[in-house]
């Protein structure tokens, strides 16, 4: 009995030891990492924001294999500090100003703290039913917040899902869209299936029409000018849809935009809508970036007409402080979206589901597994309410102002494209340089390329109509009044260097 009593002592003392979910370890290993990431937001400012590590960087560095044993979470640390943080750009840092924000908070990280801590798989709504019943009503929250119309929410007869990313909210529409189409029409004809956007529409659009088995000859990126601010004309679009039906083909999907990712522009929505309408189209509206501002009154007037859309989409994680990954779509007409995705085997089936009393979100995305995502989004409404959330945005607004101002007030420099929101798009001028066109898009081209490198601050490029343009993008959380008054200093001095020795 001894020995076996020894056994017993030693296998328990083995599994104490083992379990990676031992809650006293779990409480002194966090403690441990949020002390880390609390240093690190307070240090950020310190690193060179693009990382300026060569390709193959961290193969040099680390193991050839996974360790046999055990190491310590103080040792994993030390190497994150050394080898892992110089191969990060710092998204978060106050003086990142490329692509567009993905801007976090307190309330969005301890959000996605709790939804990984409870590590639920809502794939339907008996699978954790908070999971699914929290993500309806932040979605009818903020839906509310924009003025969406009622019929896009679940207190109408709409609703919302959270997505992983605009991309997943494009193609699940897209496919929606597809098979009403060709419920209509005979799946034949899906040759014939033609979508729309504008050369300034995001990639992931065509990427989208690839994967729903869209011809890649029926795919229109209709062209867009600097007299419309680059926003797609709706006497564009109905020349080219005349030109589609009088060919034989049959108009299925525009993507309108607010927004855009080389220069926020936007797309006229109701006079969009009102085209599409007349050739029984859907309209998606993609307000991955800008729509978040459109909480903010004076800024709601760029959804006007979203009435006439389909679905929209915008995405909490780029401008509305909740962690990646975080694309809130809402639908008129879920019904079209589960009738394509949905998917019943035995092993699913329970009572609540099938007597229609709830609603399993596996039918509303492509995946089955899915994220409590909706936990973060409700950390941040109730962490911050309505009116601090829009005087963030406003405030990264402002800045913008700013930043338009000091770029407006210098002779060099012309400010290419309408500001509407937090990124400005300027240039240096050809005539500043005594050059031509092409030779200026070289220069401004060398100078964001100078300015990368310094690490001081971190900005990214467009070409639109032919015209290289640095844009702007203000959005980092940290970021504060004297960093874009630095920024602006960066660039000047920058351009000072260039023209010196030349």
């Known amino acids: 009995m001894d020995s076996l009593a020894s056994i017993d002592e030693l296998l328990e003392a083995i599994k104490s030891d083992a379990n990676p979910l031992d809650p006293e370890k779990f409480r002194r290993q966090g403690h441990m990492i949020i002390d880390f990431l609390a240093d690190y937001y307070k240090n950020v400012e310190k690193y060179p924001v693009l990382s300026q590590v060569e390709p193959g960087y961290l193969r040099k560095l680390l193991p050839v294999s996974a360790p046999n044993d055990a190491e310590s979470m103080e040792a ?32 969005g990280f301890l959000g996605e703290m709790l939804s990984t801590g409870f590590n639920v798989v809502g794939f339907n709504w008996i699978s954790s039913p908070a999971a699914t019943e929290l993500e309806s009503i932040v979605m009818d929250w903020l839906g509310q917040m924009l003025e969406l119309p009622q019929s896009f929410l679940f207190s ?229 309410g309505v009116t601090n959330l829009q005087n963030f945005l406003r405030s990264h607004v402002q800045m913008a102002v700013r930043f338009e101002g000091l770029v407006a007030s210098d002779n060099m420099f012309e400010v290419v494209v309408p500001r509407y929101f937090s990124m400005v798009c300027f240039r240096v001028l050809p005539s500043a340089l005594r050059k031509t066109q092409t030779h200026a898009n070289e220069f401004n081209q060398k100078l964001l390329e100078s300015i990368n490198a310094s690490g001081r601050i971190y900005m990214t490029h467009a070409e639109v109509g032919g015209i290289y343009m640095i844009r702007f993008a203000i959005g980092a959380t940290l970021t504060e009044d004297k960093h874009v008054i630095m920024a602006w200093k960066v660039v000047r001095d920058t351009v000072d260097t260039m023209l010196n020795t030349e």
């Open 76 to 107: 994993i640390l030390e190497d994150v500090q050394r080898h892992i943080i110089p191969g990060i750009t710092h998204w978060q840092s106050p003086n990142y100003f490329a692509y567009f924000p993905s801007s976090g908070s307190i309330a």
């Open 156 to 384: 109408g007869n709409g609703g919302g899902v959270i997505q992983g990313t605009t991309c997943e909210a494009m193609l699940c529409t897209l496919i929606a869209a597809r098979d009403q189409m060709l419920i209509k029409f005979g799946r034949d004809n899906i040759g014939k299936l033609v979508v729309y956007g504008s050369d300034q529409t995001h990639s992931a659009l065509s990427k989208a029409a690839k994967i729903a088995g869209i011809n890649p000859d029926n795919f229109r990126a209709i062209k867009t000018t600097k007299s419309t601010s680059f926003g797609l004309s709706p006497e564009s679009l109905q020349i080219t849809i005349s030109l589609d039906e009088e060919a034989g083909l049959i108009p299925l999907y525009l993507c309108a935009t607010i927004g855009t990712t080389s220069t926020t522009a936007v797309d006229p929505l109701g006079p969009l809508c009102d085209v599409a309408k007349q050739h029984g189209m859907w309209v998606h509206v993609d307000a991955a970036y800008a729509g978040s501002a459109c909480i903010c009154p004076e800024f709601r007037h760029f959804i006007s007409g979203v009435e006439g859309a389909n679905s929209f989409s915008l995405n909490a994680h780029k401008w509305f402080f909740t962690t990646l990954d975080c694309c809130c779509l809402w639908l008129k007409d879920p019904t079209s979206l589960i009738k394509s995705l949905s998917t019943n085997p035995e092993y699913l089936r329970n009572k609540a589901s099938d007597l229609k009393q709830v609603v399993d979100y596996k039918d509303w995305q492509i995946t089955l597994s899915r994220r409590f995502r909706a936990m973060k989004l409700w950390l941040v409404l109730r962490s911050y």
